[in-house]
């Protein structure tokens, strides 16, 4: 299968909680490849822009209030099947949900804080790459 690239954000309460390298740890021992990667505190504009297929629900006021309430990392993971792979790291958005070892079973304490994001399909994940990266900042293995 060809490489394929996904994109994560970990999100404030996970950035809080100090285990930024504990989750890039989880994405390199499945085999995933971190390409791009930075920490950015969201605007309301740029938390509101990323997640506007959301803005007609119940919670998007509180989802736009949780995601600037702290500096989140973004990243791009690259690898086999990458999208999927990333959504099985996670485990289901509910963390009651999630399944034993999972990032979400492990760091997220509900569902309205629940620790990461990660692109549900290959459309999406370009999309939300290029709302956070330039070309120029992801950087593809050579060797
Ligand atoms: P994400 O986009 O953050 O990776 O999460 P997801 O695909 O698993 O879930 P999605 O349906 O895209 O929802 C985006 C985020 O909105 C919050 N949410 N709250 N209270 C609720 O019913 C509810 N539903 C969704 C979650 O923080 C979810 O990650
Ligand atoms: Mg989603």
């Not at 919670?59 to 500096?71: D, E, I, K, N, Q």
């Not at 804080?113 to 992801?138: K, M, Q």
């Amino acid at each position: 299968m060809a490489l394929e690239r996904t994109f994560s954000i970990i999100k404030p309460d996970a950035v809080a909680k100090n285990v930024i390298g504990a989750i890039y740890n989880r994405f390199e021992s499945a085999g995933l490849r971190i390409v791009a990667s930075k920490m950015v505190h969201l605007s309301k504009e740029q938390a509101e822009g990323f997640y506007a297929e959301h803005s007609e629900r119940p919670f998007f006021g509180a989802l736009v209030s949780f995601m600037t309430s702290g500096p989140v990392m973004v990243q791009v993971l690259e690898g086999e099947n990458a999208v999927l792979k990333n959504r099985e790291i996670m485990g289901a958005t509910n963390p009651a949900e999630a399944l034993a070892g999972t990032l979400r079973a492990d760091y997220a304490a509900s569902i309205d804080e629940n620790a990461c994001h990660g692109s549900d399909a290959p459309e999406s994940a370009a999309r939300e790459i290029a709302y956070f990266f330039t070309a120029e900042e992801v950087c593809p293995r050579t060797r």
